[in-house]
């Protein structure tokens, strides 16, 4: 309940602050090349399970070519994002159904329709002419039943004018609502999209290599973020869950190849989901075979690897991911052609696997990712957030870009949770805290938050007061650090 108020708020406050900087003429839109049709499914990939915790069906219709633009696809971005996240919230069964259609294609430029489709509750015709206004929504029982600003279309209007376009929508009571809007781009480079991204290993031709099914079980939102787009970018399917419950649901209802399973979660933690997932093949099939479950953990210490085993998962990772480490792991399980894996009673198994790799050891003190990285001297000279690795690793600036600035968002919630948990005198809750901070700020590079989030989960339960809190105020200079990151600036400045 907290962390969903405490997002809803930080929604309504971000809502705010754009349309703002919106209506004094200070959003600035950049043009950079980009591909539309892979950013539009970026979007769709990402709200998927949102649909899908629903019962809702989230399609998607895209043109058959990559398609090069130039443009700004943050803001196209957030447009179909609170669209889509508005067909979501007014639909309580059926789909929604997102299509990209070209409509004048040129030489130098294209016009591009993109619609969102649903079958929700609609619209009556006497709200239609207040529905992108600001501040305004259906009538007051929608703020009450749905919740929001209000804002969000009014932003979508605005965004989508600010880009030269236009936005309306079709809308019938009882039977959903159409929205659409339709920009003119200039050409672009399509930045390549064929073949394995770097560091992916190629095990065997497209046409031979499944495309495996993986569940990601992981609770914190950048580190969701990073992984399923790690997943993506070399091939797999991917499904997000954010505790060890929803892992064990969604391991009886669907199909999969593999888990990644956080060791740390919510409601079940990842040892006993995996007990349970091993429990569950028991009784569907007597034993007979496994499905794959590879642990991951931001605790590189002796006697974690053996943790895992003992809890029936049958590999470990530590995070921050090396993509290279964490592909060949995969493929090492799924090596073998088996049909995918679901926790039914007399459904098809897998047959049990070559023997894990084993455990890549902890990163040394001082290299990349490691907590013990920003020890000495020179700490406040570097930047707090290691933009061209991020760069390096996922090739896409706009999802970058919207990575940093989810990760700022991320980490000013869990300074003022930790800030909380030590007035209240819970070293507990402030250890728990701190340990998904860690993690999430390896995968960022922000290897001082890293460290100093590592030194404040050590201490645990045990720590005095003023130690914690000494840490604490180092830890809070260094996120206003990265609050005040910019992350264009750094990127602009960097040597090429």
């Known amino acids: 309940m907290a962390k969903s108020s405490g997002d809803a708020l930080l929604g309504l406050i971000n809502d705010v602050l754009d349309f703002s900087k919106i209506e004094a003429g200070k959003l600035d839109l950049e043009e950079v090349d980009f591909e539309l049709t892979r950013t539009i499914e970026r979007v ?46 007014f639909t309580e069964r059926g789909h929604v159904r997102v299509r990209v259609e070209l409509q004048q294609p040129g030489p130098e430029h294209l016009t591009v329709r993109v619609s969102v489709s649903d079958t929700g509750i609609g619209i009556p015709p006497d709200r239609v002419h207040r529905l992108f206004e600001s501040f305004s929504q259906v009538d007051t029982s929608t703020t009450r039943r749905f919740g929001g600003t209000g804002l969000g279309l009014a932003i979508c209007k605005r965004l989508v004018e600010l880009m030269g376009g236009r936005i309306s929508f079709d809308s019938a009571v009882g039977q959903g609502s159409t929205f659409w809007f339709e920009l003119t781009l200039r050409r672009g480079a399509a930045p390549a999209t ?19 099914h993986v569940l990601l079980a992981e609770d914190h939102p950048i580190s969701q973020e990073v992984g399923a787009a790690l997943l993506r970018r070399a091939g797999y399917e991917c499904d997000v869950v954010g505790t060890g419950r929803e892992a064990l649901d969604a391991v009886r209802t669907r199909e999969y190849d593999l888990v990644l399973m956080d060791c740390q979660m919510p409601e079940m933690d990842g040892f006993q989901a995996a007990r349970a997932i091993r429990e569950a093949e028991r009784a569907a099939a007597g034993g ?8 991951l953990t931001a ?11 003992e809890a029936g998962m049958d590999d470990y990772i530590s995070k921050p991911l090396d993509p290279k480490r964490l592909y060949a792991l995969i493929e090492s399980h799924i090596a073998r052609e088996a049909p995918v ?16 790799l084993p455990a890549a050891p902890p990163a040394a003190v001082g290299e990349p990712g490691s907590a013990g990285a920003t020890a000495g001297a020179g700490t406040a000279s570097r930047p707090p957030i290691d933009f061209p690795q991020l760069l390096a690793l996922h090739q896409d600036r706009a999802f970058v870009l919207g990575l940093v600035s989810q990760f700022k968002a991320q980490v000013r919630r869990e300074l003022d949770l930790i800030q909380r948990s030590l007035a209240e005198g819970d070293g507990a809750a402030a250890a728990r805290v701190a340990h998904g901070l860690k993690g999430s700020a390896g995968f960022m590079g922000a290897a001082r938050v890293q460290a100093l989030a590592a030194e404040l989960e050590g201490l645990g339960v045990g720590a005095g007061l003023d130690e914690a809190n000494r840490v604490l105020a180092e830890l809070q200079r260094e ?18």
């Open 44 to 89: 769709c990939a990402g709200l998927r399970s949102t649909a899908e915790s629903k019962g809702l069906r989230l399609d998607v219709e895209l043109p058959p070519a990559a398609i090069g633009v130039r443009g700004d696809p943050v803001r196209l971005q957030q447009v179909l994002t609170n669209l889509v996240n508005n067909a979501i919230k």
């Open 194 to 212: 064929n073949g394995p991204a770097p560091g992916v290993p190629v095990c065997g031709s497209a046409s031979e290599r499944r495309r495996a």
């Open 288 to 295: 007979q075979g496994r499905l794959p479950i590879i642990a």
């Open 299 to 309: 605790n590189a210490v002796k006697g974690d690897r053996e943790r895992c085993l």
């Open 341 to 356: 894996h679901r926790l039914e009673a007399g459904a098809t198994r897998r047959q049990p696997l070559a023997p894990p």
């Open 479 to 496: 996120i206003e650090r990265c609050l005040a990151f910019d992350a264009e600036a750094a990127e602009a400045s960097a040597p090429r």
